[in-house]
């Protein structure tokens, strides 16, 4: 580094945060206001000190030139929060259980298949947490076409969900009988998925204000605690989009601090503080 490393605030302007402003506007329709650059200056002086950059100004020259694609991502990644933890908001899982599960297990039975979607998946704990209440309440869907789209716009948390690998003071938030039930010792204090609950989810890595390669519909999806970070039309503009790939009847988990706006244009029902079902 050589002393190239970035001293302090004073080799962040207003305008490296204007200019950072714009690519997390573009590349994920994060909107970040005002209140948020000395958040951004956190996250981002972290990224320019480990590329020996100068300053602010000659990173972001980097990142936006050809050839920067790939610091690209790491900086929308810098950007984003990861905060998470098994089964958050219960009544969402207990609504899972009961009212949805019992409907996917129906609709198998009668030939049919089973598609529940974690749109912002993080380090795994939701889906993980879809997971487990899905083979409680309907022990044998992992014999059956019943799967989990586990998504976000993270490779690096992607990969970390996927291997289903936890330290033991992570999973707290479990019930003791899931865990005994549903994980297994690594050995080294870490816990991971191990048995038939492991085909129960996919994972893959998508932004969410871009193209979805995705077919069909499902039963449930969970978009928590992602808006947050969006402006109100970049917020309708998914809530609508996630309407569409809700299957009649299905329904809609969002954050606690979070609301459908536009839920009856978007064909949704509010039925719980958060949580929405598309109509008929």
Known sequence: MNGLMPVGESDYT?????RVQRIAQAQAGIHLPATKRALVYSRVSRRVRELGHASFRTYLDFVQAPGGEGEMEKLVYALTTNVTSFFREKKHFEHLETVVVP???????AGG???VWSAACSTGQEPWSIAMSIMTAFPDAAAHDMRILATDINADV?????????????????????KAQFME????????????IG?????????????????????????????????????????QRLSDRLEPGGFLYVGHSERVSCATQCGLTQVAPTIYEKDD
């Open 14 to 18: 207003d305008t490296d945060f204007q």
């Open 103 to 109: 409907r996917l297990a129906a609709n198998i039975a």
């Open 113 to 115: 298949r089973g598609r």
């Open 158 to 178: 992607v990969a970390r969900a996927a291997g289903g690998v936890y330290p033991d003071e992570e999973t707290e938030g479990i019930p003791a009988a899931r």
């Open 185 to 196: 010792s690594c050995g080294d204090g870490d816990y991971r998925f191990a048995g038939p």
């Open 199 to 239: 085909r129960l989810p996919a994972f893959r890595v998508l932004n969410l204000n871009a193209s979805w390669p995705i077919r069909g519909t499902f039963s449930a999806i969970f978009c928590r605690n992602v808006v947050i970070y969006f402006d109100e039309a970049t917020r309708e503009r998914l809530w």
